[in-house]
């Protein structure tokens, strides 16, 4: 039976924002398989590992390639990927105001 690879499967978990785009940091978190593929492919990894099926493997990782280029949207729909939208949003907006305009607005709540 092959070794898992753990330090590679470990690194493929992380979302690398290399170009510090915070959309693009969004869009790699997003699964790429829902719950049932997901349950799906766990179970064809099971009987690929234990009967060495190099074949299925190789398969499956082309699979894999061409499905992280189609990204499961329904996610969209969720209040908490709406909420990371509305922060990053935010935060963006926020890096533009100068700080002597943060001090004029604590003044005139102050008085």
């Not at 690194?11 to 290399?18: L, R, V, Y």
């Not at 049932?36 to 009987?47: C, E, G, K, N």
């Not at 969720?78 to 939208?85: A, H, I, T």
């Amino acid at each position: 039976m092959a070794g898992i690879d753990f330090q590679a499967i470990l690194d493929g978990m992380s979302a690398g924002n290399t170009s510090n785009d915070p959309i693009r940091s969004i869009y790699e978190i997003l699964p790429i398989y829902d719950n049932v593929q997901q349950h799906l492919l766990f179970q064809a990894f099971y009987f690929i590992e234990k009967y060495d099926l190099a074949d299925m493997r190789a398969m499956f990782e082309s699979f894999d390639k061409v499905m992280a280029h189609n990204k499961n949207l329904g996610l969209l729909s969720s209040k908490v990927l709406q909420n990371l939208l509305s922060a990053y949003t935010q935060n963006k907006y926020l890096r533009g105001i100068k700080v002597s305009t943060l001090n004029n607005v604590t003044d005139v709540q102050q008085e």
